[in-house]
């Protein structure tokens, strides 16, 4: 069964950091992309980050870009998000995903992580 | 960046109805184009990929249709289970960007 379980999520105040991480089983994590995708409180739905199967190539929503790092670790089938310069908009339900029949659509989801950013 | 834009914004439709929702470009993407389904406080899910592959597992009676900016989710005969909001997402360049989604109620 293909599960991803995000974690890392909490309260940080505004210019505060916290790190994302995807854990993920199933499926040969080393072999497919991987996104970040975010949807504020009410909101829809926001891509933030991918990066590519062997972590060597990365790409970013100019919202995130320069504050956020996406990384990988596949010894550990883990997807992570670094997220520095916390703004009180970065507040979102944060998933990972991953396009794992390489159709270009995000077939497998975790269930969210939640960021607020406030003081 | 590609801006994505569906019509409509929600709708109230009544179960056994026929129901399209567009999704417009602002550039050619092809048919790099996804459709997703989104229950509330629960992880959005693939219908629709390349435009008009049906993901696997989901119902026949969802359709895509579309290519180059011009776009459409049809669902054949509404079920209560698809009362969702619904959106579309180009993969075409990135970011990947999302429609602004469609609400779909129960009339």
């Known amino acids: 069964e293909v599960q991803l379980v995000e974690s890392g999520g909490g309260l940080v105040q505004p210019g505060g950091s916290l790190r994302l991480s995807c854990a993920v089983s199933?499926?040969?994590?080393?072999?497919?992309?991987m996104h970040w995708v975010r949807q504020a409180p009410g909101k829809g739905l926001v891509w933030v980050s991918r990066?590519?199967?062997?972590?060597?190539?990365?790409n970013y929503a100019d919202s995130v870009k320069g504050r956020f790092t996406i990384s990988r670790d596949n010894a550990k089938n883990t997807l992570y998000l670094q997220m520095n310069s916390l703004r009180v908009e970065d507040t979102a339900v944060y998933y990972c995903?991953?396009?794992?029949?390489?159709?270009?659509?995000?077939?497998?989801w975790g269930q969210g992580t939640t960021v607020t950013v406030s003081s | 960046d590609i801006q994505m834009t569906q019509s409509p914004s929600s709708l109230s439709a009544s179960v056994g109805d026929r129901v399209t929702i567009t999704c417009r470009a602002s550039?050619?993407?092809?048919?790099?184009l996804n459709w997703f389904q989104q229950k509330p406080g629960k992880a959005p899910k693939l219908l629709i990929y390349?435009?008009?592959s049906l993901q696997s597992g989901v119902p026949s009676r969802f359709s895509g249709s579309g290519s180059g900016a011009d776009f459409t989710l049809t669902i054949s005969s509404l079920q209560p289970e698809d009362f969702a909001t619904y959106y579309c997402?180009?993969?075409?360049?990135?970011?990947?960007?999302f429609g602004q989604g469609t609400k779909l109620e129960i009339k």
């Open positions: 995903a991953g396009d794992i029949s390489n159709n270009y659509g995000l077939d497998v």
């Open positions: 199933g499926f040969t994590f080393s072999g497919y992309w």
């Open positions: 990066i590519n199967s062997d972590g060597s190539s990365t």
């Open positions: 550039h050619s993407i092809s048919s790099y």
């Open positions: 390349s435009a008009s």
């Open positions: 997402q180009q993969s075409y360049s990135t970011p990947y960007t």
